[in-house]
């Protein structure tokens, strides 16, 4: 990556994370669209997302009528049933499953569903004009967003989640709506 790369990014957390509502500040390219009650997970692309093992994965979805619940199904392993008052819970990878699918359901039998792969390591952008720190984190979160068609979207959220910081409750809040760096 170059230089204004990096500024690129930063600046286009800076305008997540600080609300810019400005045409073009913040790319709107994955928000999802149409009926309020369907159910998505905005934040899931399309086909497998990769995750990390641990933090545990933190999944957040939009419409339907709670009460919901959540199925985790792995190949040759017990499934696991979940309920959930929110949109949002705390999933556990199935233990030693490389891939995984949860199944939403609302009380209405509307569902939604994406697929996990666990990997060890998320990549990494090119440390060149990187912040440090908190700020560092924030911009290798944005940065996966936009890695390979978003697959990395949710391994962001998860680190975001675990990350106490508000900046990072801001961007994580981005992409739950399904915000993505360069998408």
Known sequence: KTGDDTWSLI????GVIGGDEEEGAVPDN?????DEADLKIPMAA????????APSLWLAWSGGKAPYTVLVEAKGLPSTTLTAAAQDVAITPPSGAERFTVTLTDADGRTASATF??????????D???????AAQLVRAAWLT??????????????LHSTDDPQAK???EKIVQGWSYGG
Request: hydrophobic share 50%; proline share 6%; glycine share 12%.
């Open 46 to 53: 399309h086909g497998a997302n990769y995750i990390l093992a």
């Open 30 to 34: 994955m928000v999802s669209r149409g």
């Open 11 to 14: 600046s286009a957390v800076v």
């Open 170 to 172: 801001a961007l994580l």
């Open 146 to 159: 936009g890695q390979n068609y978003g697959v990395w979207k949710v391994a962001a959220a998860q680190i």
């Open 117 to 126: 792969r666990v990997k060890d390591a998320v990549p990494q952008p090119a």
């Open 128 to 134: 060149a004009g990187l912040p440090e720190g908190t």
